[in-house]
């Protein structure tokens, strides 16, 4: 149990709606990390936050956002859904967000839109 | 554009056999190289490698890392059923000041059979 916890486990919803994936950091994290990972695609990074704030952005999509609060837990929003938007949703934390600090994943949210 | 290249993408061998896995990369700014194991769910962190040929050991598991041939492998000696997963490698790229950026590559699916 790498201690990231991630809600909900599945997700079944149809196109155009919108979602919210939720993530609880490892205590005494205060880095989140949002990944996608897909069949043809690996695991794509998403977006960072560090203590609050947007640290760094990947290949997040403009219907996607995201946000950490001041509890440290974070949302990652997604709308206007399309198919292609179906994968599994991970978020990870480390200690610090720097260099060197290995990535602690949670079991991931798996969305479906039909 | 950095990419981080994984071989084979599959494998199938049986138990007690021996399996090499490998991962190239070409990236800027290179920081670390990270082994990740995947089953069902997270990615659980095995390995990570800064620097050339120093081995990393893990009871069965070993990896080393060539920073001037761009490449690491990651071996797998006496292997078991229980090994059977996607070996994700990740490299870690300096993005700005002291912040990384992870990137991954699809991964190897080894399966061990009895």
């Known amino acids: 149990d790498s201690g990231v916890t991630q809600t909900p486990k599945h997700l079944i919803t149809a196109t155009g709606q919108r979602v919210t994936l939720r993530c609880s950091p490892r205590s005494g994290d205060l880095s989140v990390y949002w990944y996608q990972q897909s069949l043809d695609q690996g695991l794509q990074f998403l977006i960072q936050?560090?203590?609050?704030?947007?640290?760094a952005k990947g290949n997040i999509l403009e219907r996607f956002s995201a946000q950490q609060f001041p509890d440290l837990h974070s949302e990652l929003n997604l709308s206007s859904l399309e198919l292609g938007d179906s994968a599994l949703y991970f978020c990870a934390s480390s200690a610090e967000g720097t260099l060197g600090t290995p990535l602690h994943f949670g079991n991931g949210t798996r969305l479906t839109v039909t | 554009e950095d990419k981080v290249v994984q071989s084979p993408l599959s494998l199938v061998v049986h138990e007690g056999d021996t399996v090499t896995l490998n991962c190239s990369y070409e990236v800027t700014n290179f920081r670390s190289l990270l082994w990740y194991k995947q089953e069902k769910k997270a990615p659980t962190f095995l390995f990570m490698l800064t620097s050339s040929g120093i081995e990393k050991k893990s009871g069965r598991l070993s990896s080393i890392l060539d920073k001037k041939e761009l490449f690491s492998i990651l071996n797998i000696t006496a292997t078991q059923t229980g090994d059977s997963a996607v070996y994700l490698c990740a490299v870690e790229t300096l993005r700005g000041g002291s912040q990384g950026n992870l990137i991954f590559g699809k991964g190897t699916k080894l399966s061990v059979k009895p």
């Open positions: 936050y560090y203590n609050g704030e947007e640290r």
